[in-house]
């Protein structure tokens, strides 16, 4: 098989594919470059959005880089390369995070996971009551070994664990409408229909919020008049799943992204909506506490999937990419552009 030309199209798949990851309040904390000299796609954070308050370490900025370097490798699978990530791959750039080396494929072909490259463009967060019932085992499965085959781990609670998860989440959401630093910075990610920005949240994909009280879903209007959100019910008994890795290293973040996007791409494959509910990560104590008794891990990431209506869709800037060469020199080249679902 011919390994395929890295042209201005394929450059453009990787990209588009890449800017479709989702990241903490839409702020797509990431910025592209190419090494054309070994084939190479450079992942680097990009500090200009930054969320204080929310992310001080910033391993929430390295669960969104981790999921738009998954986005790649889909789209480079899809393309007929076999991409090899290396993360962290330079000491001295700590903003280079990773690298994603497109090759040609291997013995066995392409990766099983080029089959998702479709789900890329459809997954976007659903912010919407669900119907409650149950997905079925065979797709939970498949999301699990999804998220192991990234080095990390994915765990689905019984209806005892998912209200404890829950009622951390749910303290965590208690604290953050408490704390008006914190609800201010939120509400900065917020943006208008009639005010249209390449980043952040509009209004019109945040969703209802919870009647009964049972599920805490961010609010991010606060009790500013004229921005509350419609009262619906969601389900009562929701399924959510537990993000978490053995340790706590930078490595791990960014291997938890890949493995939180794999495990949505598969989900969403397979008809099941997905949101995020990462309120409880924010508090170091009560992310001790989502890990349980046992304290023998790190959780990452709660997962909220089940079957409903679609979220609203979200913006993404333009993906300018540069291009250097052994020599250092680093001329810019356009990137992809266009909008994709959070």
């Known amino acids: 098989m011919q390994t395929p030309e890295v042209d201005g199209a394929a450059l453009e798949t990787l990209l588009s594919a890449a800017v479709a990851a989702p990241s903490i309040h839409n702020t797509q904390p990431w910025r592209f470059g190419m090494a ?21 370490e910033r391993r929430a900025l390295h669960l969104s880089v981790g999921a738009a370097v998954f986005n790649l490798r889909v789209a480079a699978a899809h393309l007929g390369w076999n991409p090899v990530v290396r993360l962290l791959p330079e000491p001295g750039d700590p903003d280079l995070l990773a690298t994603v080396r497109l090759t040609g494929p291997g013995p066995d072909g392409q990766p099983s996971y080029r089959d998702l490259y479709e789900a890329v463009e459809r997954r976007h967060t659903s912010r919407m009551p669900f119907t409650g019932r149950p997905v079925p085992e065979h797709i939970v499965t498949e999301m699990i070994t999804a998220a192991r085959a990234e080095g990390a781990h994915l765990d689905v609670p019984g209806i005892v664990g ?181």
Do not use: K
């Not at 054309?36 to 992310?55: F, M, N, Q, Y």
């Not at 619906?232 to 996007?261: I, K, P, S, Y």
């Open 36 to 56: 054309p000299d070994t084939r190479s796609i450079e992942v680097h954070a990009d500090r200009g959005r930054p969320l204080a308050l929310a992310d001080p």
């Open 162 to 342: 998912t209200r404890r998860l829950l009622r951390l989440t749910a303290a965590a959401e208690a604290r953050n409408a408490a704390h008006p630093a914190r609800t201010a910075e939120a509400r900065t990610w917020i943006t208008a229909p009639q005010a249209p920005a390449p980043y952040g949240i509009p209004v019109t994909a945040l969703g209802p919020r919870e009647a009964a009280g049972q599920m805490p879903v961010r609010d991010f209007t606060g009790p500013l008049p004229g921005l509350r959100l419609p009262a619906l019910r969601f389900e009562r008994h929701a399924q959510v799943a537990l993000v978490w890795t053995v340790r706590d290293r930078q490595e791990d973040w960014l291997r938890a992204g890949q493995a939180m996007e794999h495990a949505l791409l598969v989900a969403t494959r397979h008809g099941v909506r997905t949101s995020m509910l990462h309120q409880a990560m924010e508090w170091p104590d009560l992310r001790t506490a989502m890990g349980g008794a046992r304290q023998r891990y790190y959780p990452q990431l709660l997962i909220r999937f089940g079957y409903g209506p679609d979220g609203g869709r979200t913006p993404r800037a333009s993906a300018h990419l540069t291009a250097r060469s052994t020599a250092g020199r680093e001329p810019t080249a356009p990137g992809a552009r266009g909008e994709r679902a959070d």
